[in-house]
């Protein structure tokens, strides 16, 4: 299974929109069924990509975290740097997808 994407899940939510806003006007309860079905499946999808973000975001802030503070014992200032940047970047990424 590929992992969850948030373009593909935006376009499943407008296609299914589409397709149930045409399906009541038309009368066709199998064309207004399937964009229902159609616009939940994006939604769950960009569920579950929000929350693998969050996962990513959250495992890079927490190794930033724990290697920076080994490098801060071992006096490596440029690893502690660079720790420090990808738990900062790890945050954001958290925030992004909260």
Do not use: C, W
């Not at 929109?17 to 009368?27: I, P, T």
């Not at 503070?69 to 909260?98: D, W």
Request: charged residues 20%.
């Amino acid at each position: 299974m590929s992992s969850p994407s948030r373009t593909e899940a935006k376009k499943d939510q407008f296609v299914g929109h589409a397709k149930e806003n045409v399906g009541h006007v038309v009368g066709n309860e199998s064309l207004e069924a399937k964009g229902k079905t159609q616009a939940n499946a994006g939604s769950v999808q960009e569920t579950a990509a929000n929350i693998s973000g969050y996962v990513q975001g959250a495992v890079s802030q927490v190794s930033g975290a724990v290697q920076g503070a080994v490098n801060s014992l071992t006096g490596n200032t440029t690893g502690e740097a660079e720790n420090k940047a990808e738990q900062k970047k790890g945050e954001a990424q958290k925030a992004f997808n909260s």
